[in-house]
């Protein structure tokens, strides 16, 4: 039974953060099926791995120095960090390289490193919840652990995996330059670097004093990571507000539907109200190739016809036009 409720609240918590971090991605939303296996990287090859390898070099840490307290605190703020970036990077690199099509803006970015991040941290959650919690401290230990794992900390991990995914979709928008080389190498050091300035922290401060100055700057980092996130989904709703005026020239969307589209409130209006007129099928998918459309003309202007933007851009005019006279607005 303890170790059910620490599965639990290990995972569920994730999976309704998951969903979050996708819902925030209002205008073009990435594919569920490879949002779930990024999840399921972060759960079982980024956590399985860094588990691994990070016991595997505490021990050598430990026969070099003698000493669990330098273990301890060179575990925690210089190898985790090290470890547990690189292995949830690789899913966003994986992501960036294989499906590129799918990798459009900086919220994808976010979105894609975040959702590996829970899958890492819904692993690592249960694990500490069940092993530190209960079976050190029974009950009060595993609630306690709920608490910090979940309340204090249960955006910890998707907010430095974050830095790697901004890294990467810059460089996927950027043409050439130093910028474009450099960004995700930026990202990936920022990752590590907040990463390490947490557990360290946390390794050096004990106490009630000490979890509420960390809480502190934890949650004032996620703040402003927030605001990050709510500039991207402003910035989307500018990238269709500019792009698919072309399409209403053209007639291919009416006036209704354009502000439809470039209006997350009215997207989820017109949603809800096409479940209960048999339209909610045809209307998903107009809205979804809206944003896929502007997304793709974006592209198209910044790095020209690069992996055949044009004859895709082409293709979602024709889906528009052909879902056009199906849709709910």
């Not at 840490?61 to 605190?73: K, L, N, P, R």
């Not at 809480?215 to 709510?230: E, Q, S, Y």
Request: charge should be neutral.
């Amino acid at each position: 039974m303890p170790f059910l409720v620490s599965l639990f609240f290990g995972f569920a918590p994730m999976f309704l953060f998951a969903y979050i971090l996708y819902w925030t991605d209002r205008y073009e939303r990435e594919p569920k099926i490879l949002l779930g296996a990024v999840f399921f990287w972060g759960v079982a090859i980024a956590a399985g791995g860094a588990f691994i390898i990070n016991t595997v070099l505490g021990m050598g840490i430990y026969i070099f120095t003698g000493s669990e307290a330098a273990t301890d605190i060179t575990t925690a703020s210089v190898i985790a960090p090290i470890v547990e970036e690189t292995l949830k990077g690789i899913a966003v690199l994986i992501v960036f390289l294989v499906f590129r099509k799918e990798f459009d803006s900086i919220l994808d970015g976010i979105v894609y490193a975040g959702i590996t991040a829970l899958g890492f941290a819904a692993t690592e959650n249960t694990y500490y919840i069940y092993n530190l919690g209960y079976l050190e401290s029974g009950w009060e230990g595993l609630w306690f652990l709920v608490f910090v794992r979940v309340i204090l900390v249960g955006w910890q991990h998707p907010f430095y995996t974050a830095f790697t995914g901004i890294g990467f979709a810059i460089m996927r928008m950027t043409r050439s330059g130093c910028i474009k080389y450099a960004a995700p190498l930026i990202g990936f050091s920022v990752a590590m670097f907040t990463h390490a300035f947490h557990n360290g922290l946390a390794s050096i401060m004990s106490g009630i004093g000490g979890m509420a100055f960390g809480t502190f700057l934890d949650w004032t980092g996620w703040f402003f990571m927030f605001l990050f996130i709510l500039w991207a989904v402003a910035s989307d709703r500018k990238l269709l507000e500019k792009h698919l005026q072309e399409e209403y020239t053209l007639e291919l969307i009416t006036a209704a539907q354009y502000h439809t589209a470039t209006s997350a409130w009215k997207q989820t209006s017109a949603r809800t109200r096409a479940l209960f007129n048999g339209r909610y099928k045809a209307t998903k998918r107009f809205y979804q190739v809206c944003g896929e459309l502007a997304h793709k003309k974006e592209q198209f202007h910044k790095m020209g016809n690069e992996k055949n933007n044009v004859e895709i851009i082409e293709k979602y005019r024709t889906e528009l036009a052909s879902l056009k006279d199906r849709v709910q607005v």
